[in-house]
């Protein structure tokens, strides 16, 4: 009998609005979107480990710190997604498509400032501690992807405009070409193969932007296609709408801070953490490469539960948007416990694939980290989900004091570790484990209790 209710409840679980099956529709193409993008930095940080240990951490430390410089503007962009979702739900489909042009139109504005920062981005990385090689090749890749950034901006708001209206396909096609354009170009320009010149870590920046500027052009066929420019109004959709403007930067700045202040954090502790060693910066570049293929798959859960929450808000019904959470939160459990599970048992062979197959010091100090994560993995799980309904329902501020907190603290955390108390590493990612466990927690007891169904984005 106890056997014959449960499967009956997961019969329930899957069918109807909010339930698995729907979820499973909006997210699959995301996460698999999300995945390409995991392979493409996965891919990246393999091939440049052949050249050396210090190419692949200058490409974690590079790129993490060139995607920083625009998150405060990826943030509000990305906000798209709900808006459109929202408006998708009340079947204005002409002002979703004024939300993606009040987008474009800020990518637009936005870009140029970016390039205030390149002058500065030796000096930064030096702060931080790092010098030689490593800050050379760090600051070259920074630069590269920083210059092309405007493309990164007009993806994301494209990206969202699709997922808002239910779309998610085209941004799954566009992601599967990238990958297969990026990953032989990758390989092509750091080693000079095919009669291309060999360019090291400089040429896997540039295979990123060639490969990012293809997708963008195939998401702009879309978007401007018959369809859309019939349904959605696309061709008279980029002129400034002061209302729809308006609801864009109340819902996005929240959201771009909070993304500002969580990757700033983050980034900020890799910095820090490599500031203890060429092993210690090698060991996170590890961790954080096979950590990825958790993360980011899950970030596509995220999306579509944002979408769908905001669609959901838009209708009035935020019963089942409360219900689309609870069933992304099975699938989300599902896959981290999984990779958990495989990341715990096989972590030493994983760590050796980036060592060249020796057990070394580095390999060891990765080995450990990435088991030490398999601890939070779930929790992040819980963090990403109940923070997609929050910003599906523009529920933003408490989430930004939240992560400002814990990220930055981690922070100050790390630097007193090292620098002060002189912790180990593994130490130190342990004290960070807890306050990713803590955070996880913090999000399900906001979503618990119920201020975020009060929130207003569109009247």
Known sequence: ??????????????????????????????????????????????????????????????????FLSVTLFFGLLSQVNALCGQFTGKKSHTEAGLAAGQGILLACFFAPFLFLTLPFARDFFAFCGHSGRLLKLETQYYQILVSAHIITLL????????????????????????????????????FGKWNLPELGI???????????????????YYYFSHTYRDSHKTHLSIRYNRNIMKALLKLGLPAGIEFTLQLSGFNFFILIFASAGPVAAAAITITFS????????????????????????GM???????????????????YSGTL???????????????????????????????????????????????????????????????????????????????NILGMHPIDVWSTFTVLIILIGILYYRRFRTGIWKTKKIIH
């Not at 069918?15 to 990246?44: C, E, H, N, V, Y």
């Not at 091939?47 to 692949?56: H, N, R, T, Y």
């Not at 009035?316 to 599902?334: C, F, P, V």
Request: charged share 10%; proline share 3%; hydrophobic share 55%.
């Open 290 to 313: 096979w950590e990825l293929l958790s993360y980011l798959p899950m970030t596509g859960i995220q999306i579509a539960v944002i979408a769908l929450s905001a669609k959901y808000i």
């Open 155 to 190: 993806r994301c708001v494209l990206a969202s405009f699709f997922s808002g209206i239910g779309k998610p396909m085209i941004i799954m096609k566009s992601a599967l070409i990238g990958v297969l354009i990026n990953i032989p170009l990758t390989y092509a320009l750091i």
């Open 316 to 334: 009035g019904k935020t019963k089942l948007a409360e219900r689309t959470s609870y069933n992304a939160l099975k699938i989300a459990m599902l």
């Open 1 to 66: 009998m106890y056997f014959q209710n449960f499967i009956e409840a997961q019969k329930r679980s899957w069918r109807g609005p909010g339930g698995i099956k729907a979820l499973l529709i909006q997210a699959t193409p995301i996460i698999i979107t999300q995945s390409s993008d995991t392979i493409l930095m996965f891919t990246d940080r393999y091939l440049l480990a052949g050249k050396s240990p210090i190419d692949m951490a200058a490409a974690l430390s590079g790129g993490l710190t060139s």
């Open 340 to 418: 958990a599970i495989i990341f715990f048992t096989f972590a030493p062979e994983l760590a050796k694939i980036f060592t060249n197959g020796e057990i070394n010091e580095t390999s060891q100090m990765a080995s450990t980290m990435l088991r030490i994560a398999c601890i939070y993995m779930t929790f992040d799980a819980i963090h990403l989900v109940y923070a997609g309904v929050l910003k599906g329902a523009g529920d933003l501020i408490y989430p930004t004091c939240l992560t400002f907190v814990i990220f930055w603290g981690a922070c100050v955390l790390a630097y007193i570790e090292i």
């Open 202 to 220: 400089v040429g896997a920046a540039w295979a990123t932007v060639i490969s990012s500027f293809i997708v963008l052009c195939i998401l702009i």
